[in-house]
Every structure is written in C-alpha cells, then in structure tokens.
C-alpha cells in the first residue's frame, strides 16, 4: 500500500472549518483513500473514504486532488469534540488497514 | 447493535503470567481484526480472521502470542507468558465484507505487564 504523509500537528479555532492535508504520491490507480480519526482513549473511528471523486457525509467532506497524489480532510465546523488524531490511509487489500502517524489535530476554544 | 465488546477493559498483570483478552465483534460481520497500540509503534495490526478463519498472521510478535476465534461470535488474544514490553492498549475491531475498508473496533483493553 502506499505511504502518507501527514503534519504531526495542527491547530483550530471552535467553528472554523478544520483542513487536515494528506500527501500520498505513490497511490495506485486501485487504492482507496480512507479517513480514521482517534479521540484519547477511544478505538479509532472510521470517517470516509474515497476513490477519485470527492465525497461527503455527516462528518466530513474528502477532497482529492485529480492526480489523486494529496487529499485534503475538512471538518466544516470544528467543536471541541473533534480534538484528536486524524489518520489517512491508502489501502487496496480490502480490510488490512495501516496506520502511520496521523495527525494530532487541537480545537481551542 | 451494541458494537464491537472488549474484555477486560484493564488488566494488570505480573511478567510469567498467561493473559486473556476478549472481544465480541458485531453481529453479520465477517472479518476481525487485533491490532495493539503503543506510544513507540503506533497502531499495529497483530492478526486478522476471515469467517472465523485466520488469514493473516504476520504482525504477531512472538510465539508467545496467539489469537483463536472459535465461532463468529467471540475471539480471544492470549500471550502466555507475558512480558513488560507486551504492555499496551490491545483493540479488537470487526467489518463486513460489503464495507471494505470500514473498520468498527471496540473501547480497547489497556494491558500493563508489571
């Protein structure tokens, strides 16, 4: 699967739109791009997930740039609740997901 | 549904010791998962089951580790004889076939090994 590469950290006010980038130039056509995110203490809960185009739900918005090389994870409205690690996963072997780094992403107040 | 069920959510144990962590996956999913998480290794995925058949074992440690799932309803992680490095939060998770990729996984079971 391909690598990611993500910022250890970020910062956002309460109610802004919280932007988390993900660079993964390797990504292969098959590879889907797949969003996990882990409040403190919590099991990783799954986000989104796409292929080529972007997509929404009631949690976020997935970005994917057309050369499908970075993605972009946007939370529209930041609350409190949303402080923790945000990982991005490339994956095309079904379920064996791999987690890297993520992101450690701060809402304040 | 009540999600995927991990038992004990702690455990303290002495080094030599057999332990036994426990988890139910959701009903109608057919793949679970083991992973462990450390503040050094991250998140790591130790083995996983496809209808209650082991697939993929290639991220269990050591002998000392090993994962059974007697029927589609429970799975059990057992390292005997455990160690202070096995120390760390052990996360069971569960998915359907259908849902690739989207991964349910329960509360963990915070191991420390004294």
């Known amino acids: 699967d391909a690598k990611t590469t993500q910022p250890p950290s970020m910062d956002c006010a309460e109610g802004r739109a919280a932007n988390l980038p993900c660079n993964h130039s390797?990504?292969?056509?098959?590879?889907?791009v797949y969003w996990y995110r882990q409040i403190h203490s919590q099991g990783p809960q799954y986000i989104i997930h796409?292929?080529?185009n972007n997509e929404t739900n009631e949690m976020a918005s997935l970005i994917i740039t057309e050369d499908r090389k970075s993605s972009t994870l946007i939370l529209p409205h930041a609350t409190l609740r949303d402080t923790a690690v945000y990982y991005c996963?490339?994956?095309?072997?079904?379920?064996?997901?791999?987690f890297g780094g993520g992101t450690r992403l701060m809402v304040k107040p | 549904d009540a999600g995927v069920i991990q038992s004990p959510r702690h455990e303290v144990t002495e080094m030599g010791q057999e332990v036994t962590l426990r988890c139910k996956p959701i009903?109608?999913?057919?793949?679970l998962f083991w992973y462990r998480q450390t503040m050094m290794r991250g998140l790591e995925l130790l083995i996983y089951?496809?209808?209650?058949?082991?697939?993929?074992d290639s991220g269990m440690p050591e002998d000392r580790f090993s994962a059974k799932m007697p029927n589609a309803s429970f799975s059990n992680l057992k390292i005997q004889p455990s160690e202070p490095r096995d120390s760390a939060v052990y996360f069971c998770?569960?998915?359907?076939?259908?849902?690739?990729?989207?991964?349910?996984f329960g509360e963990g079971s915070r191991l420390t090994v004294l």
């Open positions: 996963i490339i994956n095309n072997a079904g379920n064996m997901l791999t």
């Open positions: 009903s109608g999913h057919d793949y």
């Open positions: 390797t990504i292969s056509g098959n590879e889907y």
């Open positions: 796409g292929l080529k």
């Open positions: 089951f496809n209808n209650n058949v082991p697939i993929d």
């Open positions: 998770a569960s998915s359907f076939l259908a849902q690739t990729g989207e991964l349910f």
